[in-house]
């Protein structure tokens, strides 16, 4: 996979708030050179299996569509913190191959308690934009070589600074992503970077949090499936 292309780990289709049918985004994603998109839509235990279904679908009917890589992903939403280890275990059970857990945003009632929880399932992929994300989170993320999420979405991105100060105190792995629900919210690898120079990130944990660590995570996904 090349090391320029952009890649994004959290996007929303119509089957949850999205605004896009699946194919549409990887279309469009195609067109501003993403070479991978993990397609995350909220989840609880009442949607998980027909979201996780439905993404498999594309894999196996349209297998060559797109330049860009489908991953099937969730994002865990609202969910309660002792809920989140059982459910995440169960989508990987159905085929995810991402799990996404919405954390605790300055702009939403999230569950106290969500972000820590999630740092420590060893089936959780990426803590999403976390807010307020402390050492504790961090470290227990970084211990499993799970990613913290910064991102572009309006609202969410209000705690970016902390939360890059926090990870690069505790060493723990950032990724960049954009949160998409509309056309408009996906993002060149270059804007991608610019969210991560304002979140105060230098030119090296740049490359890391927008090239190399979703790389990394993607590489893995398509070594398993093969």
Known sequence: MSQAKRIDLHTHSIF???????????????????????????????????????????????????ATALLVGIELTHVAPGSIDGLACRAKELGAELVVVHGETLVEPVAPGTNLAAARSPYVDILAHPGLITHETATALARRGALCELTARKGHCLANG????????????LVVNTDTHSPSDLATLAFARDVALGAGL?????????????????????????
Request: glycine share 4%.
């Open 16 to 66: 949850s708030d999205g605004e896009l049918l699946p194919s549409e985004l990887l279309r469009r994603a195609s067109a501003l050179e993403h070479a991978a998109v993990a397609i995350t839509d909220h989840a609880d235990a009442s949607n998980m299996d027909l979201v996780i279904t439905q993404l498999r679908r594309i894999l196996q009917m349209q297998p060559d569509d797109f």
């Open 202 to 226: 230098d030119l090296a944990q740049v490359e890391l949090a927008t090239v190399t660590n979703p790389r990394r995570l993607v590489d893995r996904v398509l070594a398993a499936r093969s």
């Open 162 to 173: 902390h939360v890059a100060r926090v990870c690069a105190e505790t060493g723990t792995g």
